[in-house]
């Protein structure tokens, strides 16, 4: 019934972010969420998990249970978390057996309930949306054989046009002028399909590092 009604619980004794006030509600512990946006900033630009994870245990960070403990798991459960961005799913678990009282994940046995705006964000709908493209995109580009991500950006850049990879490879190949270009498979294949242009590869680059550098002095 209280998640019909969309009332939202946090344990915040456990959950990095934030904290309960006199009256129960909700808000922002404003020295963890600098660590929640840090975490966002730095897989946007670019870290892996297991890096950020690195990250804060070098910097002696605590977690949501007050120790100095972070894997790869943990940071992916951060980036996740719809609860950063203001929202809530609730019951996303449930007791399937009340003699054991022991909760297991719901897999659409009851119903769920998104929640929106039910307390103060630390990150913007904006960039959880996002984040949230991006991890699909790295399952998927996992996937993919280790010989495609030989650089930088292969598996990478998806073409504005039909949302395929693109391909990297030689314009006007042994002359003078030769530069590399990404491009997108379609055009080439049926050009009614995708009429995207081939991007520099190494415009794109430096428009990327431009970027990154200024996320970090942003963060």
Known sequence: ???GKGIVHINTERFLGYDKDENGKIIKNMEEAQVIE?????????????EIASFLKREKIKNGRKVVHWTSTSIKNILMNE???GD????KTFTKDHLEHKS???????PKYYVENS?????????????QTLLSKNYRSNKVSKHSNKYPLSGLVYCGGCGKIMNRHYYSYNKPYQRIVLSCKNR???????????????????????????IHKES
């Open 88 to 91: 809530a799913i609730l019951q």
């Open 188 to 214: 080439y294949k049926d050009p009614h399909v995708c009429e995207n242009t081939p991007t520099d590869n190494d415009t794109l680059e430096l428009a990327i590092k431009d970027s990154l550098k200024k």
């Open 1 to 3: 019934k209280r998640f």
């Open 104 to 110: 297991v994940p719901n897999n659409g046995e009851v």
């Open 83 to 85: 609860k950063y961005c």
């Open 119 to 131: 307390h103060e964000p630390i990150i913007t709908r904006e960039t959880f949306k996002l984040v």
């Open 38 to 50: 840090k975490i966002f900033n730095m897989f946007l630009a670019g870290y892996s998990m297991g």
